[in-house]
């Protein structure tokens, strides 16, 4: 139930995860993006469907870096472009650094803990019942 939180909140940032030490969001084509979250076939657990909706449109904002958008269909990524929606349903401000970080660490709850909590990732939802969701979900992560 733990990695469920924390897959959450990493939601968007599913479809840079790399297995390279150097990874640098600034640096991956959306090409090269498009072609990892199409080849991990990156689907929402189980679990954690309760606080996802089916076809989420998420916004992902790297300062200084570039704007990405993702948006489910289904639970799965279905696609993964430059730029912002502007009918997102939720959106992820972090810093490069944090998006770099959580790419390579190996300690998902702690790092996500200490970049939220250091305020380089945050999670804006938009509506009354996203906001309630996260809100549950960032105040659960805090006491696990």
Do not use: C
């Amino acid at each position: 139930m733990k990695k469920l939180i924390a897959v959450l909140l990493l939601l968007a940032f599913l479809p840079v995860v790399n297995a390279q030490s150097n990874f640098d969001i600034g640096a991956v084509s959306i090409e090269q993006l498009q072609e990892i979250a199409a080849r991990k076939n990156i689907e929402v657990p189980e679990a954690a469907r309760i606080l996802v909706k089916e076809n989420e449109r998420i916004n992902l904002i790297i300062s200084d870096t570039r704007n990405l958008n993702v948006v489910l269909a289904n639970y799965k990524v279905s696609t993964i472009n430059e730029g912002l929606l502007e009918d997102s349903t939720v959106d992820i401000i972090a810093t490069r650094n944090a998006v770099n970080q959580m790419s390579t660490t190996d300690n998902v709850k702690e790092t996500l803990t200490e970049l939220i909590n250091n305020k380089e990732i945050e999670v804006k939802p938009k509506g009354f019942f996203n906001k309630l969701k996260i809100g549950f979900a960032k105040l659960f992560l805090k006491f696990l």
